[in-house]
């Protein structure tokens, strides 16, 4: 099994649709977070989280949501999908003792 | 307002030749810089960082430069190789301990045989 593990891997979705995208890791670690990727750009920042009861909100949050149900699994929602979240999204866990972390494969997700 | 800039969309050399992939920030608020390989259909594979404090880490073909005066990290790979080929992100940790990382937009690099 991989280390991140996304799910699914690619995704097509009607306009104002509910999504979930989930994500779960074995290597234990605190910290995870969800990236979005749009083409010809770097990853941009949704949420964190650094436990459990810890949720913090990244530079593009708006119209997303988090949940992290246990420390190893970090769900991400979009509440009513829109054609502009078209992207791929990506899973990261870390830990403090080693900056760089662990990445899941990536979801394709597509909004008609 | 972007902080962390890659200026070249693409980059190719030859097998065997060095590769520098360059990279900018504009933020003083970083306590390492990352570098990231992805190949397509992958996520980003973390490659080697450097430490604010440090000028240069090295691993293996990998090395990292650091110039803090002027804000500027560069990749050198030597040898390049074919599997090499890939594209290469740029990332800087915010300080502060949320281990927040703030990306480039990448560069292509492709190693001609």
């Known amino acids: 099994d991989a280390d991140v593990t996304q799910t699914p891997r690619n995704r097509i979705t009607k306009t104002g649709k509910r999504i979930m995208l989930e994500c779960s890791q074995t290597k234990g670690h605190d910290r995870m977070y969800w990236y979005r990727q749009d083409p010809g750009l770097g990853l941009q920042l949704i949420y964190y989280?650094?436990?459990?009861?810890?949720?913090n909100k990244g530079e593009i949050s708006d119209g997303y949501s988090v949940s992290r149900q246990a420390q190893a699994k970090f769900s991400l929602s979009l509440e009513s999908a829109i054609p502009n979240q078209t992207a791929l999204y990506f899973c990261?866990?870390?830990?403090?003792?080693?900056?760089?972390?662990?990445f899941g494969s990536g979801t394709r997700l597509t909004v008609v | 307002d972007q902080q962390v800039k890659q200026n070249s969309p693409s980059l190719s050399v030859q097998e065997g030749r060095i590769s520098i992939l360059n990279c900018d920030y504009t933020?003083?608020?970083?306590?390492?810089f990352l570098w990231y390989k992805k190949y397509p259909a992958e996520g980003p594979t973390f490659l080697i960082s450097?430490?604010?404090?440090?000028d240069k880490n090295e691993d293996g073909r990998f090395t990292v430069f650091l110039n803090k005066s002027a804000k500027h990290l560069s990749l050198h790979i030597v040898p390049s190789q074919p599997g090499d080929s890939a594209v290469y992100f740029c990332a800087a940790r915010v300080q502060g301990g949320s281990e927040k990382l703030v990306f480039g937009k990448g560069t292509k690099l492709t190693v001609n045989p």
């Open positions: 989280s650094f436990d459990v009861k810890d949720i």
């Open positions: 933020n003083s608020m970083f306590d390492y």
């Open positions: 990261a866990t870390s830990d403090r003792r080693r900056p760089g972390g662990l």
């Open positions: 450097i430490s604010s404090i440090k």
